[in-house]
């Protein structure tokens, strides 16, 4: 059977042009970026919380530069359905498209960006600072011995607790699954926390509950394909599925049992209303993505602003815990009539000193040298534990071969049915394990029968 093997290498303030100046002193972007007038950039990403971050920050590059930069941000699927149409059609409307650490793969595959390597090397190095990176991003950007985009916006999976509720049960924040569990239920149906539930998951149908099983299974000591696994020197050299494995129906029945602790309606709940049940002080834990954690500090939005900390994602005891990781690189469209204006929009939005800026203003550390810095640690402590969160993530820990968006729907099409009663949970993930088998013998993966 043919084998496809994927190469990897390893690897809220108010912005204004005095403050970037002042930061941008070691850098004369004046000479570095080229003069771009009477044009506009157009870029296409997702509409995450850092989308303003984007908006303060770009009338600088604006006045450095001549141009015009304009963004256009949509819903998750939304974006990937649109930049797989912007791609499939050869257009040149954007010239930089925003990915996801799982779609590098399909986008270098179906030749719908750049491969970055040329435009790096002839880049002063001091400007890029690669090496700065968080490394397992280093990963995610490279992909068949390219670099598929630049990392702007590195997620990492963290538990997000009220400290003065665990504080008044006398409670640590869980390490552990089974801390998690208790603590879960300890919350719920308690008349010392009147109203309150413990948590709430993201169980709702399709890429939310697909995204969650990749970020649990490893944590349960399992994995979702035989050769994916934190170290493999080669995720993808064997895809058998093990969706019938003892982990996944593990995972599957931590799902189920933890709908009990969480508040009506929690089949449906998905990224927005996980964390709009923290920010209401409806749910005395959640874990969430590390973008959304300057919003639970933002009194404008959390009622329980003073009131949040943060811990590593939990994993069963007796394994080493790998948090989910995810987030998002600056790829040029292959079809872009501005690839060099494209680039030096790339280089300086995330070069050292501009990136600190937009952390500052609620983006996502996606440097070492961001997430050691004084001022970043004193304004947001909680970059301390994306710090130590980094150090054990998997960059592959959901696949990034072009395949990889299908997976995770099937995944939460076939979780979902099972944990809303509407098939066995054998017969979910067998067929589960059945499509994706033959997903992957279609792409011309290795794979038993």
């Not at 090397?121 to 992909?143: G, H, I, R, S």
């Not at 030096?344 to 997430?371: A, E």
């Amino acid at each position: 059977m043919k084998r496809r093997t994927a190469l990897l290498m390893a690897g809220t303030i108010a912005a204004t042009w005095p403050l970037l100046a002042r930061a941008q002193a070691a850098i004369d972007w004046e000479q570095e970026l080229g003069k771009h007038p009477d044009t506009t950039l157009r870029i296409l990403m997702i509409q995450d919380p850092w989308v303003s971050g984007f908006e303060q920050l770009n009338p600088t590059f604006e006045k450095l530069t001549g141009t015009k930069v304009v963004i256009d941000a949509f819903g998750y699927d939304q974006t990937h359905e649109k930049e797989v149409l912007e791609g499939t059609s050869q257009s040149s409307e954007y010239d930089i498209i925003v990915l996801d650490s799982p779609w590098v793969g399909e986008f270098w595959s179906g030749e719908f960006v750049e491969d970055l390597k040329p435009y790096i090397e002839k880049t002063n190095p001091d400007v890029l600072a690669w090496d700065d990176f968080v490394p397992a991003f280093q990963q995610v950007a490279e992909w068949e011995d390219t670099i598929v985009g630049v990392p702007f916006g590195a997620y990492f999976m963290l538990m997000h607790y009220r400290k003065d509720l665990f504080e008044q049960a006398g409670m640590q924040p869980p390490r552990t699954i089974d801390e998690y569990k208790a603590a879960a239920k300890h919350f719920t149906d308690n008349p010392d926390f009147p109203g309150m539930y413990g948590t709430a998951l993201n169980n709702a149908r399709g890429s939310a509950i697909g995204q969650s099983y990749f970020e649990w299974i490893y944590n349960f000591g399992g994995k979702p394909f035989v050769s994916s696994y934190p170290g493999s020197e080669d995720p993808y050299a064997d895809m058998t599925p093990q969706f019938t494995s003892a982990e996944s129906q593990e995972v599957f029945q931590f799902f189920k049992d933890m709908l009990a602790f969480q508040p009506p309606g929690a089949e449906s709940i998905d990224w927005e209303q996980r964390a709009a049940t923290f920010t209401t002080g409806k749910t005395a834990m959640i874990t969430a993505w590390s973008v959304r954690t300057p919003l639970f500090h933002d009194p404008k939005i959390s009622s329980i602003s003073d009131k949040v900390g943060t811990a590593v994602f939990p994993h069963k005891d007796g394994i080493d815990g790998t948090p989910p990781l995810g987030g998002w690189v600056m790829g040029i469209n292959s079809n872009s009539n501005q690839k060099d204006l494209a680039w030096d929009y790339i280089k300086w939005f995330t070069s050292k000193d501009v990136h600190k800026q937009f952390v500052l203003l609620g983006g996502p550390p996606s440097r070492i040298s961001t997430m050691q810095d004084p001022e970043v640690r004193e304004k947001m402590p909680w970059v301390d534990t994306i710090y130590e969160t980094q150090k054990n993530v998997f960059a592959d820990c959901r696949p990034r071969i072009p395949e990889s968006f299908e997976i995770i729907d099937t995944v939460g099409f076939q979780f979902s049915r099972a944990l809303q009663d509407q098939a066995s949970v054998d017969e979910a993930l067998g067929e589960l394990q059945t499509g994706i088998a033959d997903l992957m013998v279609k792409g011309g993966y290795t794979v038993e029968q």
